[in-house]
């Protein structure tokens, strides 16, 4: 059973950073995609990163040189690194895995099957 489980949220100032890491279970590490997404309050779900099975990533522009995408295979975890936080970051973020996306459905949060229950992050001075 696949099992993803997000931690790392938590309230900043706008510039601060935080790290979001997921922790999975299930499947052999590495070889499904995997993506963070957020959504905000009265928001729908929007992608923020992912990596394809060759750990090459893709970014929304909104978060293109702040935001880090990252897997560990020896700690089975994918993290989120994220600078320069902006009030609009503010979101519960939630981390997703599938075993097979093409290229064009990898920032899609209805092609993912597999998600973590989410953490909060919010942004504020």
């Known amino acids: 059973q696949v099992r993803l489980m997000e931690s790392g949220g938590d309230s900043v100032r706008p510039g601060e950073s935080l790290r979001l890491s997921c922790a999975v279970s299930?499947?052999?590490?590495?070889?499904?995609?995997v993506g963070w997404f957020r959504q905000a309050a009265g928001k729908q779900r929007e992608p923020v990163a992912s990596?394809?099975?060759?750990?090459?990533?893709t970014y929304v522009d909104s978060v293109k040189g702040r935001f880090n995408i990252s897997q560990d295979n020896a700690k089975n975890t994918v993290y989120l690194q994220m600078n320069n936080l902006k009030p609009e970051d503010t979101a519960m973020y939630y981390c997703?895995?599938?075993?097979?996306?093409?290229?064009?459905?990898?920032?899609?949060?209805?092609?993912?099957?597999?998600w973590g229950q989410g953490t909060q992050v919010t942004v504020s001075s």
């Open positions: 997703a895995a599938d075993p097979y996306l093409p290229p064009i459905a990898i920032m899609s949060a209805r092609e993912y099957n597999y």
């Open positions: 990596l394809d099975r060759d750990d090459r990533p």
């Open positions: 299930g499947y052999t590490f590495g070889s499904y995609c």
